[in-house]
Each structure stands twice: as C-alpha cells, then as structure tokens.
C-alpha cells in the first residue's frame, strides 16, 4: 500500500495547516495511525499517534495538533493550528491495518515539508 503526505507547505508563526495522507487501496480497519517528523540535525519524532484506540500527543504539540481519521477517503489528517517555527520538519504518516482485500499492511508515506517562518 502507497501512502501520499499532502498539505505541507510555508507559513508564519500562529497560522494553521492540514496534512493529508491518503492510501492508495481500501481500506477495512486501522490498529495504527500516526504522525512522525524530523527537523534537520534531530532525531525522528513521533508527533501524533492513534494505536489500538489510544491517541497521544508529543508534549510539544498537545492543544495545537489534532489526528484523525477520514474513513470515507481512506485518508489520514493531521490538523495543526498555532504553528510555530520549532515545528518546522519533514513530516511523515504512516498506517497499519487490514485492506477490504483481507491483506494486512504496514505502510509510510513519502513525507510533506513544513516550513514556519516570519
């Protein structure tokens, strides 16, 4: 299964942005899905995450990212409002589940650039 980040983009500190990560087949049940990014001389980090029914934020991000789930377009969001600079980073999705075909995935997607600047 593909995954295709979108919505990335540059903006000024306290604006907003929607990720989308769309899947390229159906799919019938997800036990993961999750936001990760990494800015340029950091390590990889997990912004957002829903697993088994739990959703957590990075301390960083809690009240401003929100995750979820599109079902009807197979899409995942990330919806980020009050941006600041220290979110700028190439943002990840990645989704684990089952496709309506009965086949088991485990799935990244491409990443999006995200760009907070005055």
């Known amino acids: 299964v593909q995954l295709v980040a979108s919505g990335g983009g540059l903006v000024q500190p306290g604006e907003s942005l929607r990720l989308s990560c769309d899947a390229s087949?159906?799919?019938?049940?997800?036990?993961?899905l999750g936001w990760y990014r990494q800015a340029p001389g950091k390590r990889h980090e997990q912004v957002a995450l829903?697993?088994?029914?739990?959703?957590d934020y990075a301390e960083s991000v809690k009240g401003r990212f929100t995750i979820g789930r599109d079902n009807a377009k197979n899409t995942v969001f990330l919806q980020m409002n009050n941006l600041k600079p220290e979110d700028t980073a190439l943002y990840y999705c990645?989704?684990?589940?089952?496709?309506?075909?009965?086949?088991?995935?485990?799935?990244w997607g491409q990443g999006t650039q995200v760009t907070v600047s005055p």
């Open positions: 990645r989704m684990r589940g089952i496709l309506t075909s009965g086949r088991s995935f485990d799935s």
């Open positions: 087949e159906s799919i019938s049940s997800l036990d993961l």
């Open positions: 829903i697993s088994s029914g739990v959703t």
